[in-house]
């Protein structure tokens, strides 16, 4: 079992859907990020929380919105998606994305798997 | 992209015998560096991690070495068990934002099958 707990585990939803994908962790870091990941390839960043402020943004497509309500929850709500968009989605954590502090490893959930029909 | 590959490069190798997995990174500016294992349905778990001050750190039944003047990386797994396959990710720190943070990319990803 990780640390960083992710919701649901599974997902299909249609183009014309609207889903969350949620992440939760309560180790008290304060940086939090996703990053998509494609069958046979490595987990690709999508967006970087520091202190609950969207930090990066990797020019991901709008129909991708992440949300951070406080610093142990982040969502990714999904509309519009395309069956492209189809892949595992990882959350994951770190004590903060300071300059000074950053080099600490990204503590990583499970996933959930999104299938786009 | 950054991350470039149709293929994952697979390392087979016989149980009990010693593993070496590569990587090349691209930025010399890189300055933090981790090795994920990634099992079947699962994200990716932590195993060891090195700082650009150092050229070589070990842990339980592991270790990296980095040399920067290559800009290589590897993973030395002794005494490799069938628990050992998986999917094996270098990851580098690389700045970002002009400089006031940085974004932690994947290399290509290894796959080590081990034969029993």
């Known amino acids: 079992d990780t640390e960083v707990t992710q919701t649901p585990k599974h997902l299909v939803m249609g183009m014309t859907n609207k889903k969350s994908l949620k992440c939760e962790q309560h180790m008290g870091h304060r940086a939090m990020y996703w990053y998509k990941q494609k069958a046979k390839k490595p987990p690709e960043l999508m967006f970087v929380y520091s202190y609950e402020k969207l930090s990066i943004n990797e020019s991901v497509p709008s129909r991708f919105s992440p949300e951070c309500p406080n610093s142990s929850l982040l969502n990714l709500h999904l509309h519009a998606l395309q069956p492209e968009d189809s892949a595992l989605y990882l959350c994951?954590?770190?004590?903060?994305?300071?300059?000074?502090?950053?080099?600490?490893?990204?503590?990583f959930g499970n996933g959930t798997r999104l299938t786009v029909t | 992209g950054e991350n470039v590959g149709l293929h994952l490069p697979t390392l087979s190798v016989q149980e009990g015998d010693n593993s070496i997995i590569n990587c090349a990174y691209s930025n010399s500016a890189s300055d933090y560096f981790i090795w994920y294992k990634q099992e079947s349905g699962k994200g990716p778990q932590f195993i060891i991690d090195?700082?650009?001050?150092?050229d070589k750190r070990q842990g339980q039944r592991v270790t990296v070495l980095l040399n920067k003047t290559v800009k290589h990386l590897s993973l030395q797994i002794a005494a490799t068990q069938p628990g050992d396959s998986a999917v094996y990710f270098c990851?580098?720190?690389?700045?970002?934002?002009?400089?006031?943070?940085?974004?932690?990319?994947f290399g290509t990803g290894t796959l080590l099958a081990v034969q029993p």
């Open positions: 990851a580098e720190n690389r700045e970002a934002d002009g400089g006031a943070t940085n974004k932690l990319i």
């Open positions: 994951a954590s770190s004590p903060s994305r300071d300059r000074e502090t950053s080099n600490s490893p990204l503590h």
């Open positions: 090195i700082r650009s001050n150092m």
